[in-house]
């Protein structure tokens, strides 16, 4: 079993840089795909991106190619993402995920942080 626990969130300007973490519980975190996801008031959780255990593998949704950046630091046991040129548009909870296989759909990750707040102003 493993816990997360993001940070980083907060609020900032169209065209700004955030920089989230998501600390993960226990000695096996290599084992895992993680992931982030994100999830608008109304709207259903949506991919971000995904990397898979050994950090050599990352996919992005086509929203946050070449603006986004997902990293791991197995050694830290710590998830990133770093989020550039933001838009209102990304304003979100943003969740970290851990599986055992990268994909990109939530049902395939069996544990979830609870969220860190992500608000880009005009």
Known sequence: ???LVESGGG???AGG???LSCAASGRTFSVYAMSWFRQDAGKEREFVAFISGSG????YAD?????????????????????????????ALYYCAAGYSPVSYSTGYRYWGQ?????VSS
């Open 17 to 19: 840089s955030l920089r």
């Open 115 to 119: 969220g860190t707040q992500v608000t």
């Open 11 to 13: 609020l900032v300007q």
């Open 1 to 3: 079993q493993v816990q």
């Open 56 to 59: 050599g593998g990352t996919y």
């Open 63 to 91: 929203s946050v190619k070449g603006r986004f950046t997902i990293s791991r630091d197995n050694a830290k046991n710590t998830l990133y993402l770093q989020m550039n040129s933001l838009k209102p548009e990304d304003t």
